[in-house]
Each structure stands twice: as structure tokens, then as C-alpha cells.
């Protein structure tokens, strides 16, 4: 009996050993993850303080790098290769996992790991031509000999620390979903700026506007979505003159006869969801000049809005060789400074927003896809073949059709992933146009003056930046910039016809023609993803973009600053104005009828009148405000624009709504045509403040603290991987919000905080929501967090030479050749 007891019990134990070393279908061993050798265990750290050196394979010369209290490296390197080198070894070392799961997730690889739940979203950057347009990015930078140097010096710095890396020592998440780090290669910084792209230059409102014209004729739509606001403020001030000779725009053209197709078509071929673009991803910069500066040189300041993730999106870094000396924000996978400053210069980016992707209507020849109808000839496709690995299951391989304006990205019966992809078109999209963005981040890295600036934009494509600029020689500058498709106006406000060359993109504004100014009178510069210009500019670049409120509040305030500080810009970044509030409310609160309102509602509506119009964390008018525009938008628009998934339409916008409720409350869109009685503007705002109030009252209990913004906003910083809030960062205590200067939302706002002051040395202060390490088990995973939520900023350390002396370092690491 006991030899069968210790035969069972041995059994049972190498079943289990086996159970927990082997994976089952997508989910990963646990035996590894558990194991003290090599499992979570090995991630604990501690804080740093003792020297390190590393003799690897590599380098031409050593290199030495000093590492500040905060986890920052300042890599000091004899040679640009080397430094570059460094930096791919410096960011492996705290950030792999991260750098290699978002370039899978570009390249649709993302089923290799996680299995086929992540099978559509793989589908579908294959199908939109992430990897099409990363093929061809990559063979720009290889071609151009600097750029060459820097990718493969960063691939190779990559690699010597994956070499080097034990099991044990991966990052937690490859243990928990059981795979390893791969060679890097130069085409995954190609995906990364791609990833970059996708983010902040996917977005298209041609199908549902499309369906609205369908519906409401041309009239309603010029009526309700204008191609230019009531209140603006464009980044290129009024009145700016062009010193340019522009070339011939395109003719608009006639509807032609599959135009006409496309609009009598029957609903379901623009079957797809509801999406609404997030406001508050977009970001602001500015710089004031030297006659407003306390310092008599330019102040610069940017904060780019991405969603807040950890890892961080940034990782921090000076690089020092005999050509440069440059600090900023790096994106883990690419190499250089994105957004950063030298001892001549500083610049910053917002997103553009232009209008670079348009949906072109196929016709194919037949059920085979070969060809297709262009310019009244049959035309071939080409066939890519795309293979994808699903974790635990057999490959699935896609084909995916290419024609000359881009890749049809669903066809027939299939659903697409994002519900602004019209099926049976194709897509032709800035990210699939050859380029070589890295170049210009080469040269601004090195820029010592204007004209170095002007010329590095002239190599970038993707996505289109704002890139403001402040020099030491008090010049202040600001340039929506990209490569941006010569169009006819609203060419891409709808579905186009892909039979006819007319609405083809006819080429490309000129580089140099890209709106600027340098020096304005106004004494600054400043940008927050509202409109590049005023009408007067002769080009096209789109017929929406974000919502003023933000750059009309930067303006306000940096039109009435004098004397500004490095902490003059950080408080404005922090400004928590909400002027949506400003405008709306005027209008709005006397329309409420108090007789039907509820005792809490009575007093919900006292509290309206006492706020100061300020996002604070403590501000409950600031929650009642946010709710009631939700619940007014809704109650005005969703009757005729809101048909489900039979047509789906989007919605006018906060100012056109706004210009209504002013110009003509007594419109016909007030009344709510499903119910029978006749509504009144006065009966949609009354009753969308109750239901604000009713929303708050089940979600946060009776009026009182609990209303709190803060509360209510509940901002979080979470993990790249969904569900794992205990490597994240829930409730982050702040004011803020999607419309108001300091842009923090639920899940989007500041990624980035830089302010510099120039000068004989500059001084540089900056601060992200999360910490240099991407390792949940390092003190440096979510460090700085608290000092972000508490609107604060780090200094940046900007060294000319190795030293061991400042306070603030805390070890060194030297890369010796072997």
C-alpha cells in the first residue's frame, strides 16, 4: 500500500511539473513564471548605486554612461555610432518588453503571443498596410548614409543586451505570457514610427459624413459641419501674409457617375459602429519670445496628449558625442530625441490632424479581384500574402488586394475592426508613402539655428507635427508640418470614386510651402491641434480639427504675459480653465426651467452658478458640466443622427451646436422628432440637466464630495496590458480635462511635460505619468507620477562632460569593447 501511495504521490507530481512546463493552447506555462530561478521573483530591484561595465561585442571606443537619481542615462560616446549603440542598449535594458510588443502590434503579431483573440486587430494592420509602409520606410533610412548609421547602431545596441540577457532576467510580462525576446532588427524602428502614424493620423469621418449627405443633402451638411468654425484661433495667427506663389489646386470635379453609385447605395454597404475621436489626444506647445521672457531668451514648453500608459510612452536621455549634445524625450525603439533641446536650440510637436487618409470606392472586374476600373481601363492588382501566427493554433493566411491608391482593406461579407473602415474600399494613406523621418530628427538633434530647423522639416512625412522652435538667437518659430497631398478643398470630406483620375491625390504642397511663422508680433508662438490657419491659405489640409477652447486659452494668457519664467509656462500648462464652460453656460442657464426641477437638481444648479469655471480635482461644477454636455449633445443630435448600425452618422459639433443654440433657438434639430409633443430649446436643456444630475446621483450617490471631478474623471495609468491593474495606476488624484489646457482625461492627457528656458545654459525642466523602467518590480516603474498629478517638474540634468560630482547621480555604466 505504501509503494503504491509513493508511486500515486510520484505520479501526481510529474504530472503537475509537466502541466506547469508546457503551455495549452495560448495560455503559457506557469512553471517558469513560478520557478525562483527564473520566474517573477528575479524582477525585484532596488535602486541603483553601484558602478556597472559591460564588455560586449560592439563598440568601437568605450563608452560611459551616467545614470541620475531618476534613472535617466546621459550617454557620453567618442563617436555618433557608439552613441547611438548606447542608446539601443540603455533602452533594451529598461524598456525590451515594451519596444517589442508595440512593434508586434504594428506588424500584427500580436496572435503570436496572446493568441487568436488578437487576431482581428492583426488582421487589420496587415490589411491597412503597416507592414507596406514600414518596408518602404526602412529602405529610406538604410539609403540615406546617416540614417543607416543610427538604425543600425541602435539594433545593434539592442541586440548586445538581449545577447547577454538570461532567462530569469526577462521582463515580468514575457514570463507571464511565456515567449522570448527576438533579434531586433533595423525594420522595427519602421514600425514604430508606423505605430506613431496609426495613433495620430488614422482618423476618417468620410463614411459617416458620407451617409449624412446621403440622407440630409448638401445643404444640411455645409449648414451643420462648416469647413471653418465660430470661434478659432489658428496656429498661424490671422492675417499671416504668404510669401509664396502657390501652386494650381486641383479642379473639383464633377460627380461622376460612380459618385453618384456611391451615394444612391443602399445602406448596409456603409454598415460599421459609432466612434468618437478623443479631444484631449492632441497636445500643446508654444514658445514665447525674448521680449517677453524675464530672461531676455526664448521659453519653450510642449505637452504631447497620448494615452497614459505604462511602460511610459518616453524614455528620457541626453546623448554627447563630438557632434551633439542633445536632452529630450526619446520613443523606446527609434533612435534620437523626439522632443528635446541642445545648448542652441529647443522644439516641441503637436499633432496636425490633416487629412492624409481617404477611402476610394473599387470596382473589381470580376469575384477573382485581379483587376480593377480606373480611368475607363482595367487595371491589375497585386496580391499581397499575409501569414499570421496564432499562438496555440494554425497559421491564417490572409490575402489582402493593393491597388494603385492602396490596399482594399475589407471586402464582401467581412466586418471590419474599426467601424470608420467602409468595406469595398481602399485606403490611400500617408503611412504607406516612402519617407525618412528619422533624418529630420538627425539634423534638429544637431540644429544650431532657424535655418537648420527649416531645413530638417523638409524631410519629415508622418504623422504631420506642429513643430514649434525657440533658438539662442531669440528667434521663435512654428510650422504645421508634414508631407501633406495637393487637394481640392473638401477632397476626402467623403467617400471618393476610385474609377476616375479626377479624385485621385494630384501630388504634394510644397515643403517650403507649408504654413510658418517665424517672430510673430504677438511675441510668441503656440499650437494645441485647432486649425493650421485662417481660410486665407491656399492649400487644403483638412475641413475639421480639434476644438479651439485650448488654443484660444494658451493665447489669452500668453498675450497678457510679461516677464515669463520657465514656471510661468509650467503653470499655464497646468491651467484648468474650462472655456467651454465660459462660453456654454451663458447661454445655457438661463434656459433652465428651476420650476421642474428636483430638490438635488435645485441644488446641483446652485452649484453650477457658484463654480469658477475652473477643472480643479475638488470641483463638482466641473462634473456637472461634463455630464450635462454629454446629455445636451445627446438629446439635440441623437434623433436624426444617430440610426445605429443601418447608417451611421456623426454628430455637428460643441461650436456649430453652441452657434445654433445662439443664432436660432428655434431651430427644427431642438425638437426630439421621436416623441410626439413638439420640444423647445428651453425643454432639451432643462431636461438634459436633470438627466446629468439623475447620471452623477446613481453613479456617485447625493450631491456632495463625492461628485468631486477628480472622482468623477477618475484619471488611470495603465499597463500596455489590459486587466493588469496591478502594474498600473488607478485613480490618479487631478483636475484637468479633455477641452481645458491641462488635457487629462480618464485615460488620455499630458504623456510629456518639457518647459526650456534658453541661454548661455539652458535650463530644462520636464516630468512624465509613469518612471524610466518598464519593470513593475523597480522603483523607477511609476516614480514620477505623483510629482505629474501634482502639476510639478523635474530638472533636467544637461551635462557638457563626464562628471562624477553632482549630487543627483547615482552610478555609472561603461561599455567596454571586447
Not at 560616446?77 to 529598461?94: E, L, P, S
Not at 510612452?313 to 529630450?328: A, C, F, M, R
Not at 523606446?332 to 492624409?356: E, L, S
Not at 471586402?411 to 494613406?429: C, D, E, S, T, Y
Request: proline letters at 7%; charged letters at 20%; hydrophobic letters at 40%.
Amino acid at each position: 500500500m505504501n509503494n503504491l501511495k509513493a508511486i500515486g504521490s510520484s505520479v501526481l507530481a510529474l504530472t503537475i511539473v509537466l502541466a506547469l512546463n508546457r503551455p495549452w493552447g495560448a495560455i503559457p506555462a506557469f512553471g517558469p513564471l513560478l520557478s525562483p530561478f527564473t520566474g517573477f521573483w528575479q524582477n525585484a530591484e532596488s535602486v541603483a548605486t553601484t558602478d556597472l561595465e559591460f564588455t560586449i561585442k560592439g563598440t568601437r571606443q568605450p563608452v560611459t554612461v551616467l545614470f541620475d537619481d531618476i534613472g535617466v542615462p546621459h550617454v557620453f560616446a567618442q563617436n555618433d555610432y557608439d552613441a547611438y549603440f548606447a542608446q539601443g542598449f540603455v533602452t533594451a535594458r529598461d524598456r525590451l518588453w515594451q519596444m517589442e510588443f508595440q512593434t508586434h502590434a504594428a506588424a500584427g503579431r500580436i496572435s503570436e503571443i496572446v493568441g487568436e483573440r488578437a487576431l482581428e486587430l492583426d488582421r487589420f494592420n496587415r490589411r491597412m498596410g503597416m507592414g507596406f509602409g514600414a518596408e518602404k520606410a526602412v529602405k529610406a533610412m538604410l539609403a540615406d548614409p546617416k540614417t543607416k548609421e543610427i538604425v543600425e547602431a541602435y539594433t545593434a545596441g539592442i541586440n548586445a543586451w538581449i545577447e547577454q540577457l538570461s532567462p530569469g532576467k526577462y521582463p515580468i510580462e514575457y514570463k507571464l505570457l511565456g515567449y522570448a525576446p527576438e533579434p531586433w532588427t533595423p525594420i522595427k524602428c519602421a514600425y514604430l514610427l508606423k505605430q506613431m502614424t496609426s495613433t495620430l493620423a488614422m482618423g476618417a469621418d468620410d463614411l459617416r459624413m458620407t451617409n449624412l449627405l446621403k440622407k440630409y443633402g448638401a445643404g444640411v451638411v455645409a449648414d451643420l459641419f462648416p469647413d471653418y468654425p465660430t470661434r478659432e484661433d489658428p496656429i498661424i495667427p490671422s492675417g499671416t501674409k504668404w510669401d509664396f506663389t502657390p501652386l494650381p489646386v486641383p479642379a473639383t470635379p464633377k460627380d461622376s457617375v460612380m459618385q453618384q453609385r456611391l451615394l444612391g447605395m443602399a445602406a448596409p454597404a456603409f454598415n460599421a459602429g459609432l466612434i468618437r475621436h478623443d479631444p484631449s489626444v492632441g497636445s500643446n506647445n508654444w514658445a514665447v519670445g525674448a521680449e517677453k521672457s524675464a530672461t531676455g531668451y526664448p521659453i519653450l514648453a510642449n505637452d504631447p496628449h497620448l494615452t497614459l500608459s505604462l511602460p511610459s510612452i518616453w524614455y528620457q536621455i541626453q546623448i554627447v558625442t563630438p557632434t551633439l549634445n542633445v536632452y529630450g524625450a526619446s520613443l523606446p525603439g527609434a533612435p534620437g530625441v523626439i522632443i528635446g533641446f541642445n545648448k542652441n536650440v529647443a522644439w516641441g510637436v503637436t499633432n496636425v490632424g490633416a487629412d492624409v487618409l481617404d477611402f476610394y470606392t473599387i470596382q473589381f472586374k470580376d469575384d477573382q479581384h485581379s483587376a480593377y476600373l480606373h480611368d475607363r481601363q482595367w487595371k491589375q492588382t497585386t496580391r499581397r500574402i499575409e501569414r499570421i501566427k496564432v499562438k496555440g493554433k494554425p497559421d491564417v493566411v490572409d490575402t489582402v488586394y493593393y491597388t494603385h491608391h492602396g490596399p482594399v482593406v475589407y471586402m464582401g461579407a467581412q466586418k471590419p475592426f474599426r467601424p470608420n473602415i467602409p468595406v469595398g474600399h481602399a485606403a490611400r494613406w500617408i503611412a504607406h508613402e516612402a519617407a525618412n523621418d528619422l533624418l529630420c530628427f538627425y539634423q534638429l538633434n544637431r540644429a544650431t539655428n532657424y535655418d537648420d530647423y527649416v531645413k530638417a522639416l523638409a524631410h519629415y512625412a508622418a504623422p504631420a507635427q506642429n513643430f514649434v522652435f525657440a533658438d539662442n538667437s531669440r528667434n521663435i518659430a512654428i510650422s504645421p508640418n508634414g508631407r501633406f497631398p495637393l487637394k481640392w478643398k473638401d477632397q476626402g470630406k467623403f467617400l471618393l470614386d476610385g474609377t476616375s483620375p479626377a479624385y485621385d491625390w494630384q501630388g504634394w504642397i510644397p515643403a517650403e510651402q507649408n504654413p510658418r511663422v517665424k517672430n510673430p508680433p504677438r511675441g510668441f508662438v503656440s499650437s494645441a491641434n485647432q486649425f493650421s490657419t485662417d481660410p486665407t491659405y491656399p492649400y487644403y489640409l483638412n475641413w475639421q480639427f480639434a476644438p479651439a477652447e485650448r488654443g484660444r486659452r494658451i493665447n489669452q494668457r500668453l498675450a497678457a504675459m510679461k516677464g515669463a519664467t520657465a514656471d510661468s509656462l509650467r503653470g499655464l500648462q497646468n491651467d484648468n480653465l474650462n472655456l467651454r464652460a465660459v462660453d456654454a453656460l451663458p447661454v445655457w442657464m438661463p434656459l433652465v426651467d428651476v420650476k421642474r426641477l428636483s430638490g438635488l437638481q435645485t441644488k446641483a444648479l446652485g452649484v453650477m452658478n457658484a463654480w469658477n469655471r475652473y477643472n480643479d480635482a475638488d470641483a463638482v461644477g466641473a462634473s456637472i458640466f461634463t455630464v450635462w454636455y454629454e446629455q445636451l449633445m445627446e438629446a439635440v443630435w441623437k434623433d436624426e443622427f444617430d440610426a445605429g448600425d443601418t447608417l451611421p452618422m456623426r454628430y455637428p459639433g460643441f461650436d456649430r451646436t453652441l452657434t445654433l443654440m445662439q443664432r436660432d433657438p428655434q431651430s427644427r434639430w431642438f425638437d426630439n422628432t421621436k416623441t410626439p409633443q413638439r420640444e423647445t430649446i428651453a425643454d432639451i436643456v432643462t431636461q438634459s440637466f436633470q438627466a446629468a444630475c439623475d447620471s452623477l446621483q446613481r453613479k456617485h450617490g447625493e450631491l456632495g464630495t463625492g461628485w468631486a471631478w477628480s472622482k468623477h474623471k477618475n484619471t488611470s495609468v495603465r499597463h500596455l496590458l489590459p486587466g493588469m491593474d496591478a502594474f498600473s495606476a488607478i485613480g490618479v488624484q487631478n483636475g484637468g480635462g479633455a477641452t481645458v489646457v491641462n488635457a487629462t482625461s480618464e485615460k488620455h492627457g499630458p504623456s510629456w511635460r518639457m518647459v526650456v528656458a534658453l541661454g548661455p545654459s539652458p535650463k530644462a525642466y520636464g516630468v512624465y505619468p509613469g518612471g524610466q523602467s518598464g519593470n513593475p518590480g523597480s522603483p523607477l516603474y511609476q516614480n514620477m507620477i505623483q510629482t505629474w498629478a501634482d502639476g510639478k517638474l523635474n530638472e533636467l540634468l544637461y551635462f557638457q562632460q563626464v562628471t562624477g560630482k553632482h549630487p543627483r547621480l547615482a552610478y555609472k555604466l561603461v561599455l567596454q569593447q571586447r
